[in-house]
């Protein structure tokens, strides 16, 4: 196993402010608040198990890459925790079908994107998807209400779709933002999900809204996106900004800055079916809150590398996460 210790630092570090917040909130007394950590004493985070969630059974799915993976392990295990009899179905595939699952009754609930939603769910253009998160959120909330489903505030961390290549053939080509590629991407391979030729913030977006036709595109599997820059296979690839190699290895990767907005960031949703979330009862929406509160940009990013980058299972990963920052002993 590959060990990154500035990632490990990044880590500690993050969760040892949690602790140190805590303690300065609560002034070296006895009572501790909702949320919150205190050094040597968790109890401000744990989750409860609940005996009245006892026989409460719940299916928690994911889309098919290593950021849903540990999500949904996140929720999965903090569920879990709480009481309820969980199972995962954590490789579902695209958005399309992780949501025809829920629709269908088949997983009770699964992390989402608020900008994937709001595009691929809903048809809201790009541009008219709102940066701001809690805005983002409460019109796809309003969205999930009309198909009876019910969605929970979002993540502190968003993420996004990016054009992605290496910086030695960005700085050869002398390009810096998408439309740069304007005159060039005819020449050029394009390596992307299978579901980027219909997504409106992937290869559909870059052709109608950047008007770029590419010399090809390949589907690829989500996990090689890095693979075929680094084998010269690809000369740009669909990444997320939240990938850990862009956060190992920063100078070796050029995103390309998406300067007409065609590729929204996001923030995590955890959508449930409200049949689902009524039988579940309080715990259920108090569980998925909690467990995220600690979510932010860095930490996700290296949850990512551990899994990606260290080669630790997801579920592994999740749960270190959840001891980390007292959610689970």
Same mark, same amino acid.
Not at 188 to 206: H, K, M, N, V, W
């Given at each position: ?9 990044? $880590? ?47 299916? /928690? ?8 993976? /540990? ?49 691929? @769910?809903?048809?809201? &253009? &790009? ?40 910086? =030695? ?23 992307? =999900? ?18 770029? %036709? @590419?010399?090809? @595109? ?21 990444? $997320? ?5 862009? $956060?190992?290895? &920063? ?18 949703? @955890? ?10 009862? &309080?715990? $259920? ?37 959840? %001891? ?6």
């Amino acid at each position: 196993m590959t060990t990154h210790p500035r990632l490990r630092a990044l $880590f500690a570090l993050l969760a040892a402010l949690t602790l140190g917040l805590t303690i300065a909130a609560c002034g070296g007394g006895s009572d501790t608040t909702s949320g919150s950590t205190a050094a040597g004493n968790t109890s401000g985070n744990l989750i409860q198990s609940n005996p009245d969630n006892n026989g409460v059974q719940l299916t /928690i799915g994911s889309k098919n890459f290593t950021e849903q993976y /540990i999500l949904g392990e996140i929720y999965a295990q903090a569920l879990q925790a709480a009481g309820y009899d969980v199972k995962t179905q954590l490789n579902l595939g695209s958005e399309q079908v992780a949501f025809k699952a829920l629709q269908d009754g088949k997983i009770s609930g699964y992390p989402e994107y608020t900008s994937t939603a709001l595009t691929a @769910f809903f048809h809201t &253009p &790009p541009e008219q998807v709102p940066g701001d998160a809690q805005k983002a959120y409460e019109q796809s909330k309003g969205d999930f209400a009309k198909d009876n489903l019910v969605a929970y505030p979002p993540t502190p961390f968003s993420s996004a779709n990016a054009v992605g290549m290496l910086t =030695s053939e960005a700085q050869q080509l002398g390009v810096k933002t998408i439309s740069d590629l304007q005159g060039k991407s005819q020449d050029l391979t394009l390596y992307g =999900s299978p579901e980027c030729r219909q997504r409106i913030d992937c290869l559909a977006g870059l052709e109608k809204y950047y008007g770029l %036709k @590419f010399k090809s @595109f390949t589907p690829v599997d989500i996990g090689l996106r890095y693979d075929v820059l680094d084998k010269g296979q690809a000369d740009l690839s669909i990444l $997320f900004t939240t990938d850990a190699q862009l $956060f190992v290895n &920063p100078d070796k990767y050029t995103i390309l800055e998406d300067d007409k907005h065609v590729l929204p960031a996001g923030n995590v949703i @955890f959508i449930a079916s409200t049949q689902a979330a009524d039988q579940a009862g &309080p715990d $259920f929406a108090a569980t998925i809150q909690k467990v995220q509160q600690n979510l932010t940009l860095p930490v996700m990013q290296e949850l990512n590398s551990r899994v990606d980058v260290d080669k630790e299972k997801p579920e592994q990963a999740a749960q270190e996460y959840l %001891k980390q920052f007292g959610y689970i002993q």
